[in-house]
């Protein structure tokens, strides 16, 4: 898919058809997130994927917005090591939020839909996962076909008006 | 330029000709961070769109690795209302980084290259960009077309190995 409708065909999935996201498919999903860029380069995240029913009927309960991993032919999990002080985990999340940018768009370009959650409770989510005591698994990002209709550019998608967001020169 | 092939072209430009990038151009980076998601679709981020050579040598001076914005065509600043608390702050954080790389894609795939830059002395940022103080100018966005060589698909790029950050079923 061209780059531009990839952007304008993102949408959050939430509900997924039951059919199987090939590894392939992951790899190149988690690719891009692997590719993405962060502060000095310094990766501050790991990625785990999940493909098992059993754990991502799990995962679906590890915060009350995480109820369609349970549906999702996959999870990812971003994994970041717990920061050093405030200024860290302002960088560690953000640089999060260009990884999960890059694997939602990744996605995308493949019709396959991604919808991602916050996790509340932590403990959880690392034992399930058997992530280390020294790290958090700070979002669930779900991934499937989508079950209500495909991936196609949105014409008018449901956001401030652009001309409010988007100042020139001066605010 | 198809999906994958801007996921792997983009990386960190911040030298760049001294070619213009057409409002155009410019409008359609700017729609990609617009469309971007973002925690309840809450939309914390306006961007300011910033051509004045004046500015943007002003600009470079409010960070210490900000330099390149003096070089840059434009830059797009991202602005993020003063978060209520810890826990605002940082999905505020991951929202801005997921309309950073949707704006860094789209320049990618237009052959414009981007590199963005932290912001130290917020109340100078503020004032060159007319920001109210509800509001922190929270990243730049350097933009221009690269100066060293064209945006092409990087086979190798400098990053952890895959299969180290990239983990299957569990940690």
């Known amino acids: 898919m061209e780059t531009l409708d990839a952007?304008?065909?993102r949408r959050n999935v939430r509900d997924y058809t039951a059919d199987p996201v090939s590894d392939e498919d992951l790899s190149r999903i988690a690719e891009a997130g692997w590719r993405a860029p962060s502060a000095s380069n310094r990766?501050?995240?790991?990625?785990?994927?999940?493909t098992d029913r059993g754990q991502l009927a799990e995962l679906a309960t590890v915060w009350q917005s995480a109820s369609?991993?349970?549906?999702?032919?996959a999870a990812i999990a971003l994994v970041v090591p717990r920061p050093a002080d405030d200024r860290?985990?302002?960088?560690?999340?953000?640089?999060?939020?260009?990884?999960t940018y890059a694997m939602m768009l990744a996605a995308t370009d493949l019709g396959i839909g991604t919808g991602h959650s916050s996790v509340g409770d932590h403990d959880k989510a690392r034992a399930l996962l058997?992530?280390?005591a020294t790290h958090d698994v700070a979002?669930?990002?779900g991934v499937g076909y989508p079950a209500d209709r495909p991936l196609r550019p949105v014409a008018r998608p449901n956001r401030r008006?652009?001309?409010e967001v988007v100042h020139r020169g001066r605010w």
């Open 161 to 163: 008006p652009f001309d």
């Open 130 to 132: 058997g992530v280390p």
């Open 7 to 9: 952007i304008r065909a």
């Open 43 to 50: 990766q501050h995240w790991d990625f785990v994927v999940v």
């Open 139 to 141: 979002y669930l990002l």
């Open 68 to 73: 369609h991993i349970a549906r999702a032919a």
């Open 88 to 99: 860290q985990a302002a960088l560690d999340q953000y640089d999060l939020g260009q990884a």
